[in-house]
């Protein structure tokens, strides 16, 4: 089973029903790049910038992070990245870009709400990302997105950055990961091309539980059926054509690939070496039987129920 999943681990993934699903890879670095390029993963759906860039004193230069973008899709063979703007705050600090003291860091000035209020940085980011995407296909990604007017902030410095260097557009989506965003998905995805679910704050604030805080570990579980709801809630609502993604850990859990398909999801972006073992999983699942498993799944009790219920799901 496994050396067939590393067998076709450059094959792309296809359901048994004949939906091909696109498994990207979630990038840290360049390195990580060339190794996820290797297990066979399409390009990735989450570049986290500020962990590529997190050993830096100084803001990097725009050719800087022009070229570490490149030195990313070289690694992927030149597929399509998505480059998530700096997401920092929270449990994330940038050397460069500290924030504010906060008691609660988390409910803070984080993410997108940290870039309104140092807009220079997260222009010069855009025009970074501009420039990769004049060379290698890019998508570009807000995180932390909680309102209508966050995204209409970012579309306008993009936009504004656009004209200035006379780019091309390109596609730009944001990050699901705060419980409004998924609640309101049709109004804040007006626009957009794809919208990817970050499992892991979501997860977070659906069950007010600090996804580093061992003790509520266990209530911070990815298949809780409030967040499976909430990721049906966006699969059901987000406006034609606008793809749907998930770039959380749980994208990274074989055994809850059927469960994402079946709730929704279009393309999957996980961990490097995981890439072949979620291809795989994607070949063994019919649409039709992920639907109905979804259903179980949403109606289950609660998170270990959801478990015991995909634990025959090979
Ligand atoms: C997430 O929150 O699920 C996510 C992918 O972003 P990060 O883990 O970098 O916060
Ligand atoms: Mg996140």
Partial sequence: EADEAQGQAHEPAVTADGVRVRVAANITSARDAIGAGTTGAEGSGLVRTEIVFGAESAAPSLGRQAAEFLA????????????????????????????PDEANPMLGVRGLRLMRQVPDLFDDQLRAICG????TPVRVMFPMVTTRDEVDWALERLAAVRAELGADPIPVGIMVEV??????????ARGL??????????????????RGNDGVSQLADGLDPAVLQLIRHVADHVP?????????????????????????????????????????AVR?????????????ALAAPSAAAVRELLRPAR
């Fill in 72 to 99: 990313i899709a070289s690694g992927l063979q030149w597929q399509q990245i998505t480059i998530r703007t700096w997401d920092v705050g929270g449990d994330k600090p940038l050397a460069f870009l500290p924030g």
């Fill in 132 to 135: 990769a995407a004049e060379q």
């Fill in 179 to 188: 419980p409004a965003a998924a609640i309101r998905i049709a109004e804040l």
């Fill in 193 to 210: 091309d794809f919208v990817s679910i970050g499992t892991n704050d979501l997860t977070q604030y659906t069950l007010a539980a600090d």
């Fill in 240 to 280: 034609d054509g606008v793809a749907v993604a998930v770039c959380g850990d749980l994208a990274s859990r074989v055994e809850a690939v059927s469960l994402l398909l079946g709730l929704g999801v279009h393309e999957l972006s996980a961990v490097g070496p995981v890439v072949p073992g979620v291809k795989q």
């Fill in 284 to 296: 063994h699942t019919s649409l039709a039987a992920a639907r109905a498993l979804a259903e179980q």
